[in-house]
């Protein structure tokens, strides 16, 4: 079955970066788009933000405004793997940071009916 294990999440200080990675398995990985997401602490019922998608075939990413030149991600379709590269983290990057599979056909932020969730993994960033 589809699987998304999420890894790399941890506590570090404001201003350190972080790379998250994920590995996918159970499909066929290039023929979906990836992305991440986050949900912030205290706010379980609140809908994941949308931070990141790549392409299936990797050329074309999209990013929310809210992390802007300070994230990349990117996917290498010979290992079925995602990453997301985080820098000059703030406190308000804390979150449960999730992987998902995104249909090909599927280009936004928002998740779709049919979008895979990973288990997430935990960034914690102090001031």
């Known amino acids: 079955q589809v699987k998304l294990v999420e890894s790399g999440g941890r506590s570090v200080p404001a201003g350190d970066s972080l790379i998250l990675s994920c590995a996918a398995s159970g499909y066929t990985f290039n023929r979906y788009n990836m992305a991440w997401y986050r949900q912030a602490p205290g706010h379980p019922g609140k809908v994941r933000e949308g931070i990141a998608i790549v392409s299936a075939g990797g050329a074309a990413t999209a990013y929310a405004d809210s992390i802007q030149d300070r994230f990349i991600i990117t996917r290498d379709n010979e290992k079925n793997m995602v990453y997301l590269q985080m820098f000059s983290l703030r406190p308000e990057d804390t979150a449960m940071y999730y992987c998902?599979?995104?249909?090909?056909?599927?280009?936004?932020?928002?998740?779709?009916?049919?979008?895979?969730w990973g288990q997430g993994t935990q960034v914690t960033v102090s001031s």
């Open positions: 998902a599979r995104v249909r090909a056909d599927w280009w936004s932020l928002n998740p779709s009916t049919d979008t895979v």
